[in-house]
């Protein structure tokens, strides 16, 4: 109920297109998200309008209306607030329900929101049965939020079961397995991704300042949205302006418009701090993009990327672009003891 937009939306619509028309299911979907009628007459949608009580309603729509045998995917996040008859299956994709990382950054609305989401998270995950998650690293999070281990033998341990997934399988390899021709493209590199604290866009944009005042100016293509993230826009618009930086800002795009994205790009440059699954990676992936990724296990846990760099530091990551480039660095101006006391001698 609480998905409609960003990845989630992606996998979420790629689910209801793959319903069994077999079995009769129930789909209670946020009202905002925007998708065509099903063509099964065997899938009934129910809308949610996004407010505490039309939630709580359809929370309690669900406790009246499960029967044993009924199987509830509760795929944004979050456990149901009431326990159910039938079993229950939490698919978790948000990590910052699972660690006590810092929401600075955010709005005071998100910031309410997530820590009214955490604090349900950890109230109601007795009634699941079972979690999913994508990689090992969002399932071992999830084990140490919730004090889990994988032996089931107690009988009070929930599975958590690795399940990942996407809309399209065809294509995926953890190694770029040729090498892309040399072509002209549209862009050097491409950042598919929101404006959240955590994807780290404006420790990109200073690499990329650290790269023009190097002489280098490689294209960089965003995609983010103006009216959700103003101050980040109006910061990089800045950075732009000052350091003729070659990055063009083209805004919220649909799914079939990020895979034609990729197919004009250079490679994919993935700073992110974490991620439950990293979505943009595998597709990047699946259309032969090299990869350059934060050195951190959310990556290694779905592809080995052909650069990695400190997603802290500028200097990194502005390093990581230079050697993919194939630009190199003149190594240290290294003195030897005599002409070191020279220096320090002549002052």
């Known amino acids: 109920m609480n998905v409609h937009q960003g990845g989630g939306r992606a996998l979420l619509v790629a689910l209801l297109s793959d319903l069994p ?5 129930v789909a209670l979907l946020d009202s905002r998200l925007l998708i065509s009628a099903p063509s099964s007459d065997t899938v009934y949608i129910k809308r949610v309008r996004p407010s505490v009580i039309t939630r709580l309603q359809a929370e309690w729509w669900l406790t ?14 979050l456990p149901p607030v009431f326990k159910l008859a039938g079993r229950v299956v939490v698919f978790v994709q948000n990590k910052y329900l699972l660690e006590n990382t810092s929401l600075s950054g955010f709005s005071w609305k998100t910031k309410f929101r997530l820590t009214l989401e955490r604090f ?15 990689t090992l690293s969002m399932k071992t999070a999830l084990q140490l939020r919730l004090g889990l281990t994988d032996n089931l033998n107690s009988g009070n341990e929930k599975p958590v079961d690795i399940l990942p997934f996407t809309n399209d399988v065809i294509g995926y390899q953890r190694k770029l397995l040729v090498k892309p021709n040399v072509k002209l493209n549209d862009y050097d590199f491409i950042y598919v991704a929101s404006g959240e604290p955590h994807k780290n866009h404006r420790t990109l944009i200073e690499a990329w300042c650290l790269l023009a005042k190097d002489h280098c100016f490689p294209s960089l293509c965003l995609t983010l949205d103006r009216a959700h993230f103003p101050d980040l826009c109006e910061l990089i618009d800045l950075k732009i302006s000052q350091f003729i ?10 799914h079939d418009k990020v895979l034609v994205l990729y197919t004009v790009a250079g490679a994919l440059v993935y700073p992110s701090t974490f991620e439950s699954f990293g979505l943009p990676l595998i597709e990047a ?9 934060s050195e951190l296990d959310y990556v290694r846990d779905v592809l080995d990327p052909e650069g990695s760099f400190d ?15 194939g630009i190199e660095e003149p190594p240290l101006p290294l003195l030897d003891a005599k002409g070191f006391l020279n220096q320090i001698l002549i002052g």
């Open 311 to 325: 997603p802290s530091s500028a200097i990194s990551i502005a390093r990581a672009i230079k050697r993919f480039m």
């Open 21 to 25: 028309s077999t079995t009769k299911s």
């Open 245 to 254: 930086l070659n990055i063009e800002n083209i805004g919220v795009l649909s």
């Open 64 to 77: 009246k209306n499960v029967r044993s045998g009924d199987t509830v995917l509760c795929f944004g996040n």
């Open 285 to 293: 992936r699946q259309a032969g993009l090299p990869v350059l990724a």
């Open 120 to 134: 349900w998270f950890g109230l109601k995950a007795k009634n699941a049965d079972q979690f999913v998650v994508q």
